[in-house]
């Protein structure tokens, strides 16, 4: 199944049910800070794995996590007692209503995405999935190709910039109006022969401006 979470204007999915907290809920009422359920929605099941160890990997809670407040470190440079200062090198402050979060990729553990987050979301992970919780976030995400790229993942009110060329080179999430994007865009063709990149474009929305902005900056498109 597949969990929806808002909390204080960022956003998580879950695999299991679709919720809204701490923030408002889809309907536009406001709730302070108790989790409401709005809605579920079943999805088919994961393809059976053949090795037991896959099997029980597919099978835990998988918490997506959108927050601005991110930053993506190389497994070799993470420390977990570093986490808090990893963020503050970023520009990011830690609120006493928040707590870290980390998260990897299994398939791919070169690197750690590092996240502060509403404390009242780990709590109701916590409470309600305990130890079979795994997070993770677009700042994880890998193309399949070694070709020179630009993973774009754009959420509505987050865009995440990942850069191959082929090796990664640029990992960011900034918080993006439509302005903003026009400004990203321009700023990242600027720096980047962008003809030289295929562009994954992960759009999560059905806001059809900053579509065509995005074919507007990149002409070879691959939506993903």
Same mark, same amino acid.
């Given at each position: 199944? #597949?969990?929806?979470?808002?909390?204080?204007?960022?956003?998580? #999915?879950? +695999? $299991? &049910?679709?919720?809204?907290?701490? $923030?408002?809920?889809?309907? $536009?009422? *406001?709730?302070?800070?108790?989790?409401?359920?709005?809605?579920?929605?079943?999805? /088919?099941?994961?393809?059976? %794995?053949?090795?037991?160890?896959? *099997?029980?990997?597919?099978?835990?809670? +998988?918490?997506?996590?959108?927050?601005?407040?991110?930053?993506?470190?190389? +497994?070799?440079?993470?420390?977990?007692?570093?986490?808090?200062?990893?963020? !503050?090198? *970023?520009?990011?402050?830690?609120?006493?209503?928040?707590?870290?979060?980390?998260? #990897?990729?299994? +398939?791919? @553990?070169?690197?750690?995405?590092?996240?502060?987050?509403?404390? !009242?979301?780990?709590?109701?992970?916590?409470?309600?999935? $305990?130890?079979?919780?795994?997070?993770?976030?677009?700042?994880?995400?890998?193309?399949?190709?070694?070709?020179? !790229?630009?993973?774009?993942?754009?959420?509505?009110? =987050?865009?995440?910039?990942?850069?191959?060329?082929?090796?990664? !080179?640029? %990992?960011?999430?900034?918080?993006?109006?439509? &302005?903003?994007?026009?400004?990203? =865009?321009?700023?990242?063709?600027?720096?980047?022969?962008?003809?030289?990149?295929?562009?994954?474009?992960?759009?999560?929305?059905? @806001?059809? *401006?900053?579509?065509?902005?995005?074919?507007?900056?990149?002409? /070879?498109?691959?939506?993903?």
């Amino acid at each position: 199944m #597949s969990i929806q979470l808002a909390l204080d204007g960022h956003s998580f #999915s879950i +695999q $299991g &049910a679709t919720i809204a907290a701490a $923030g408002r809920k889809a309907d $536009g009422g *406001q709730t302070t800070g108790r989790l409401v359920t709005e809605k579920e929605r079943v999805q /088919k099941p994961i393809s059976e %794995a053949t090795h037991p160890e896959q *099997q029980a990997l597919q099978e835990r809670m +998988q918490i997506e996590v959108l927050t601005a407040k991110s930053v993506l470190v190389p +497994q070799v440079l993470f420390a977990p007692e570093d986490a808090a200062s990893l963020l !503050t090198m *970023q520009g990011v402050a830690l609120t006493d209503e928040e707590v870290i979060l980390t998260a #990897s990729d299994p +398939q791919h @553990n070169d690197a750690v995405a590092v996240m502060a987050v509403p404390r !009242t979301l780990q709590e109701y992970a916590g409470e309600h999935y $305990g130890d079979e919780v795994r997070y993770t976030t677009p700042l994880l995400h890998v193309p399949t190709v070694l070709e020179p !790229t630009i993973y774009l993942c754009d959420t509505g009110s =987050l865009i995440y910039i990942k850069v191959y060329e082929p090796h990664l !080179t640029l %990992a960011e999430v900034v918080a993006a109006t439509d &302005a903003d994007v026009e400004f990203l =865009l321009h700023r990242l063709t600027m720096q980047l022969d962008a003809a030289r990149f295929v562009v994954h474009l992960e759009l999560r929305h059905r @806001n059809k *401006q900053r579509a065509k902005s995005y074919k507007q900056y990149f002409k /070879k498109i691959v939506c993903v």
